[in-house]
């Protein structure tokens, strides 16, 4: 019974790191290529706009991929940081 608990559990876990994590990763990879594309402002949105929905089946993929629910969350909250870090640079103006 434990054993199938713990199961449970980590396709739980990897699935809200899919959802939210995805999502997360996702958006912020849409705001700094919405950002940083060297391409007019419209044209710039719509391609980081169509673009993410690869990097949210990526991370999807990623997530159920990894060995453990532990680096699948992982695997998605360092991307986030550097995006993060990045969008706060683009939106600082440096």
Avoid: H, N
């Amino acid at each position: 019974m434990k054993e199938e608990l713990q199961y449970k559990f980590g396709v739980a876990a990897r699935a809200m790191a899919a959802i939210g994590g995805g999502y997360v990763v996702a958006a912020l990879s849409t705001a700094v290529l919405a950002l940083g594309l060297p391409l007019a402002k419209a044209d710039a949105v719509l391609t980081a706009t169509m673009l993410s929905f690869t990097v949210y089946t990526c991370a999807t993929i990623w997530v159920f991929a990894a060995k453990t629910a532990w680096r699948a969350w992982v695997g998605l909250v360092a991307p986030a940081a550097v995006l993060g870090l990045l969008l706060m640079a683009l939106r600082s103006g440096a």
